[in-house]
């Protein structure tokens, strides 16, 4: 008994904080990329003050330094595959050298000394063009927000078990972390699937497959969280001791 109150009184004080803390850090990352969304460029390629406050894309041209590749092997229940890795290295105006993952037609045509015309948003690269093969780059604010968002949709999923969990850690996280997992990666499908259809042009049937995937993954993370594997061993839910007092007060047994 003492171990289940306290294991709900940490899963209610963790998870006020984290849906707290996810939503107020989570403010000025979105503003950044709300603004980046709507950017224009910046007039003559280079920001001035007043347009770097109010956000502009800005241009500038680097070269090709060098470039990379690199095999990535992925293993799951049907067997292995492996994927490729494209990386090109290039300096800035500054001087600086920085390294970004591009697609393969870019990586092709980025020859050492190779001119690339880079697009930079409040200092990050988000778009580099060599010999005319183009990719773009999400700026650092949105994988910040990301991280802000599922800081607070774990603190959700905390509030949530604590009114309908049965305040043991084994149905807290399930079956060989199955709940959980079921959860975190819910959110994260989430908010995978409004990033893409925020960030790109999509046809008619983006639209339609876009809604059907999500609902895919809604149905396979509810059968993992919300799914009866026998590992409720402690009291009833909070929300049902409520529901069972308030029908016994409204016809009194």
Same mark, same amino acid.
């Given at each position: 008994?003492?171990?289940?109150?306290? %294991?709900?009184?940490?899963? +209610?004080?963790?998870?006020?904080?984290?849906? &707290?803390?996810?939503? +107020? /850090?989570?403010?000025?990352?979105?503003?950044?990329?709300?603004?980046?969304?709507? $950017?224009?460029?910046?007039?003559?390629? $280079?920001?001035?003050? !007043?347009?770097?406050? @109010?956000?502009?894309?800005?241009?500038?041209?680097?070269?090709?330094?060098?470039?990379?590749?690199?095999?990535?092997?992925?293993?799951?229940?049907?067997?292995?595959?492996?994927?490729? @890795?494209? %990386?090109?290295?290039?300096?800035?105006?500054?001087?600086?050298?920085?390294?970004?993952?591009?697609?393969?037609? &870019?990586?092709? !045509?980025?020859?050492?000394?190779?001119?690339?015309?880079?697009?930079?948003?409040?200092?990050?690269?988000?778009?580099?063009?060599?010999?005319?093969?183009?990719?773009?780059?999400?700026?650092?604010?949105?994988?910040? +927000?990301?991280?802000?968002?599922?800081?607070?949709?774990?603190?959700?999923?905390?509030?949530?078990?604590?009114?309908?969990?049965?305040?043991?850690?084994?149905? +807290?996280?399930?079956?060989?972390?199955?709940? $959980?997992?079921?959860?975190?990666? *819910?959110?994260?499908?989430?908010?995978?699937?409004? @990033? *893409?259809?925020?960030?790109?042009?999509?046809? $008619? /049937?983006?639209?339609?497959? !876009?809604?059907?995937? /999500?609902?895919?993954?809604?149905?396979?993370?509810?059968?993992?969280?919300?799914?009866?594997?026998?590992?409720?061993?402690?009291?009833?839910?909070?929300?049902?001791?409520?529901?069972?007092?308030?029908?016994?007060?409204?016809?009194?047994?």
């Amino acid at each position: 008994m003492r171990w289940i109150v306290i %294991v709900r009184a940490g899963a +209610l004080v963790v998870g006020v904080a984290a849906m &707290v803390c996810g939503v +107020l /850090w989570s403010v000025e990352p979105y503003r950044d990329t709300m603004a980046f969304r709507h $950017a224009y460029l910046c007039a003559g390629g $280079a920001p001035t003050p !007043a347009s770097a406050a @109010h956000g502009c894309v800005a241009r500038e041209i680097g070269s090709v330094t060098g470039r990379h590749t690199y095999v990535e092997t992925i293993s799951d229940e049907s067997g292995s595959t492996r994927k490729t @890795h494209y %990386v090109v290295t290039y300096r800035r105006a500054s001087g600086t050298q920085e390294s970004k993952e591009v697609v393969s037609a &870019v990586y092709k !045509a980025a020859g050492s000394g190779e001119r690339a015309d880079l697009e930079t948003w409040r200092g990050a690269v988000v778009w580099i063009t060599v010999a005319g093969r183009s990719d773009g780059f999400d700026p650092p604010a949105e994988g910040t +927000l990301t991280e802000y968002v599922m800081l607070a949709w774990a603190g959700l999923g905390l509030l949530v078990w604590f009114l309908l969990g049965d305040g043991t850690l084994r149905h +807290l996280f399930g079956i060989c972390g199955m709940r $959980a997992v079921g959860w975190i990666s *819910f959110g994260f499908w989430t908010v995978t699937t409004v @990033h *893409f259809v925020l960030t790109y042009e999509l046809t $008619a /049937w983006d639209y339609v497959l !876009a809604p059907l995937f /999500w609902l895919l993954g809604l149905v396979i993370a509810a059968c993992g969280v919300f799914g009866d594997f026998g590992d409720h061993h402690g009291e009833s839910s909070l929300v049902s001791v409520a529901f069972e007092r308030r029908q016994r007060r409204k016809f009194g047994y």
